[in-house]
């Protein structure tokens, strides 16, 4: 149920794009995206909700596809900033877990001057 | 300042040891959550609480436990029963407002270490 992510790993010069994926086995409502620094906690980016929306935030936006059951995160034009692990996050709608979230394993991002 | 708190930042204990680790917000946050997380792992969830008074486990609960006797404050204590309890440990919480699952904040982390 885990939702899994690629690539787990990217480098890339500043001013470059990225594309981080994030694919589920289930059906999603929500996909919410973090951010991590080493050693720090995950800051909330964005959610995306069901209906195929896509959300921005500065020049970091993703969309949301619930026939593929996939989200993308896109970064572009990234700056040294960027750099961190890039988690995605899907809600769980079974049993009793309505509302929680199960985390992918994330994708390291490190962005070159 | 409204935020998570999570201490000691740092924790080394003896293996066979139980510890405690703290969590507090002061968010009015209604649902409050544990995390433990390993190299490579993400973020796996150990338990959860969604009112006072109760909480639910979550994938990976053997060999800790909680309590939520109050709405700011949600300790987890490591039992001497986790086989590998060295890792980052992460609370978080979210104001549950009944509609999908809601943005969660996180503390700063304890990193567990057990020697």
């Known amino acids: 149920q885990q939702p899994v992510q690629s690539p787990q790993a990217v480098i890339l010069r500043e001013g470059e794009d990225a594309v981080i994926n994030c694919s589920s086995s289930k059906a999603l409502y929500s996909v919410h995206w973090y951010r991590q620094k080493h050693g720090e906690a995950p800051v909330f980016l964005m959610i995306l909700l069901k209906g195929g929306e896509q959300k921005g935030h500065e020049k970091i936006s993703a969309s949301f596809n619930e026939k593929k059951q996939q989200s993308s995160l896109y970064l572009t034009a990234s700056q040294l900033s960027y750099s961190g692990t890039y988690f995605c996050?899907?809600?769980?709608?079974?049993?009793?877990?309505?509302?929680?979230?199960?985390f992918g394993k994330g994708t390291k991002l490190s962005v070159k001057p | 300042d409204g935020g998570i708190t999570q201490s000691p930042k740092y924790l080394f204990r003896k293996e066979g040891q139980n510890v405690t680790l703290s969590c507090e917000q002061n968010l009015n946050h209604d649902a409050m959550y544990w995390y433990r997380q390993d190299p490579g792992q993400g973020l796996r969830l150990i338990y959860y609480s969604q009112i006072v008074n109760d909480f639910q486990k979550g994938d990976i609960a053997e060999g800790y436990s909680v309590s939520r006797e109050k709405k700011e404050s949600f300790p987890l204590t490591v039992t001497s029963a986790q086989k590998n309890p060295t890792a980052f440990y992460l609370c978080a919480s979210s104001p549950r407002t009944g509609r999908v699952a809601d943005t969660q904040y996180f503390g700063p982390g304890t990193r567990l270490t057990v020697l």
């Open positions: 996050g899907t809600e769980r709608n079974y049993g009793g877990s309505q509302g929680n979230l199960i």
